[in-house]
T-cell receptor, first 112, second 114 residues
Framework: GENVEQHPSTLSVQEGDSAVIKCTYSDSASNYFPWYKQELGKGPQLIIDIRSNVGEKKDQRIAVTLNKTAKHFSLHITETQPEDSAVYFCAASIPSYDKVIFGPGTSLSVIP | EAQVTQNPRYLITVTGKKLTVTCSQNMNHEYMSWYRQDPGLGLRQIYYSMNVEVTDKGDVPEGYKVSRKEKRNFPLILESPSPNQTSLYFC?????????????FGSGTRLTVV
């Protein structure tokens, strides 16, 4: 079955630096890759997603890249701010099961 | 405001006492799902529903029941809760297929079974 790995599990960066979180997936049929941000005491919130026909997508300080051949995708956050501190989850679709599988999460801390 | 509403936010119960966690969405979404979140295990799907009267098991359905009698509501039922069901639960909805659109999550229900 589909397996999604995510690295690193924890990440600390100085305010203003960039942060990169990487995920790999195993099912070559996966075609939808969302990213979620979960702040303390809240539910995950969709922040960006990418489909398999696109290699890169950007939304202000957040960008996601996808390498279908290598089966990996990454989240890039530039000019990090303290409010970016949260747990980030990647996910990959399983088309035959109408669902996505989530990675284990990355706890990002932005140090002022 | 578009949202998924879960109740209660916190619940402490005793082993074997039936309980229901409610979930309601106001976005006319077809797809709804329940997840549990445990340290080190991430988000695991319990049940999902593609539409009214259509439900299916996720990855960890044992000990849980769901129903989808109306499009907006998707309650999670624990007929006989056990301590291993102590967890943080999230309801989510999506405007289309669960594998092709982003989810809107509720704020979570923290359940403790003693």
């Amino acid at each position: 079955g589909e397996n999604v790995e995510q690295h690193p599990s924890t990440l600390s960066v100085q305010e203003g630096d960039s942060a990169v979180i990487k995920c790999t997936y195993s099912d070559s049929a996966s075609n939808y890759f969302p990213w979620y941000k979960q702040e303390l005491g809240k539910g995950p919130q969709l922040i960006i997603d990418i489909r398999s026909n696109v290699g890169e997508k950007k939304d202000q300080r957040i960008a996601v890249t996808l390498n279908k051949t290598a089966k990996h995708f990454s989240l890039h956050i530039t000019e990090t701010q303290p409010e970016d501190s949260a747990v980030y989850f990647c996910a990959a679709s399983i088309p035959s099961y109408d669902k996505v599988i989530f990675g284990p999460g990355t706890s990002l801390s932005v140090i002022p | 405001e578009a949202q998924v509403t879960q109740n209660p936010r916190y619940l402490i119960t005793v082993t074997g006492k039936k309980l229901t966690v409610t979930c309601s969405q106001n976005m006319n979404h077809e797809y709804m799902s329940w997840y549990r979140q445990d340290p080190g295990l991430g988000l695991r799907q319990i049940y999902y529903s593609m539409n009214v009267e259509v439900t299916d098991k996720g990855d960890v359905p044992e000990g849980y029941k769901v129903s989808r009698k109306e499009k907006r509501n998707f309650p999670l039922i624990l007929e006989s809760p056990s301590p291993n069901q102590t967890s943080l639960y999230f309801c989510a909805s999506s405007r289309g297929r669960g594998d092709n659109y982003g989810y809107t999550f509720g704020s979570g229900t923290r359940l403790t079974v003693v």
